[in-house]
């Protein structure tokens, strides 16, 4: 098995990108069983994961269609599902939440995953297209991460002690996920 073949599925690039989805599925994981910090170092490693599989791609000339497509996956899971899961059941260990609040809550994350989706497919659209500029039209799905864990930490260190906050500024990423806003390709 050549880990420098392009036309391997197994290629060192996309170990990389299996690796970030080992450590989304594995952050839901923890996540669930209330090990807030372990799935946070687990969403760090995958984001690392992240950053090197495109490098790897770039300067071993492995980027390819599968590539992009899988990438886009992990991602989904990444950087959208597993940091909204942190997010829902960090607000219901840290806070007292009706049943009401509990459902605005799950539709604002529902919401959220189907923007971050959206905003992947409409990305690999662009990039099909060779339309992808020098910036990013909307906020990239792990900049929207890095929103959610930072209102993570806010209502970690109880700075937001009310789900309604939460479901409005997660509504405004989940927006910003889509919006024209610019930013800058790094």
């Given at each position: 098995m050549n880990l420098f073949d392009k036309d391997n599925r197994?290629?060192?690039a996309n170990l990389v990108t299996y690796l970030n989805i080992t450590?989304?599925?594995m952050a839901i994981y923890f996540i669930?069983?209330?090990?807030?910090f372990t799935?946070?170092?687990m969403a760090w490693i995958g984001g690392a994961c992240d950053i090197a599989d495109g490098k790897l791609a770039r300067k071993y000339n492995l980027s390819t269609e599968f590539g992009i497509q899988l990438d886009?996956?992990?991602d989904f899971l990444s950087f959208v599902v597993m940091p909204a899961?942190?997010?829902f059941y960090a607000v219901k260990v840290n806070m007292t939440v009706t049943t009401?609040?509990?459902v605005l809550l799950g539709l604002v994350?529902?919401?959220y995953i189907i923007n971050g989706l959206r905003r992947l497919v409409e990305f690999n659209l662009k990039v099909d297209a060779g339309e992808v500029a020098k910036f990013f039209e909307g906020v990239p799905t792990p900049l929207g991460a890095i929103l959610l864990w930072v209102i993570y930490l806010f209502v970690a260190y109880g700075l937001i002690t009310s789900g309604y906050v939460v479901a409005v500024l997660v509504t405004a990423i989940a927006w910003s996920l889509n919006s024209k806003l610019k930013i800058p390709h790094p």
């Amino acid at each position: 098995m050549n880990l420098f073949d392009k036309d391997n599925r197994f290629n060192i690039a996309n170990l990389v990108t299996y690796l970030n989805i080992t450590m989304g599925v594995m952050a839901i994981y923890f996540i669930v069983k209330g090990d807030f910090f372990t799935a946070i170092i687990m969403a760090w490693i995958g984001g690392a994961c992240d950053i090197a599989d495109g490098k790897l791609a770039r300067k071993y000339n492995l980027s390819t269609e599968f590539g992009i497509q899988l990438d886009s996956f992990a991602d989904f899971l990444s950087f959208v599902v597993m940091p909204a899961f942190l997010l829902f059941y960090a607000v219901k260990v840290n806070m007292t939440v009706t049943t009401f609040q509990e459902v605005l809550l799950g539709l604002v994350f529902i919401w959220y995953i189907i923007n971050g989706l959206r905003r992947l497919v409409e990305f690999n659209l662009k990039v099909d297209a060779g339309e992808v500029a020098k910036f990013f039209e909307g906020v990239p799905t792990p900049l929207g991460a890095i929103l959610l864990w930072v209102i993570y930490l806010f209502v970690a260190y109880g700075l937001i002690t009310s789900g309604y906050v939460v479901a409005v500024l997660v509504t405004a990423i989940a927006w910003s996920l889509n919006s024209k806003l610019k930013i800058p390709h790094p």
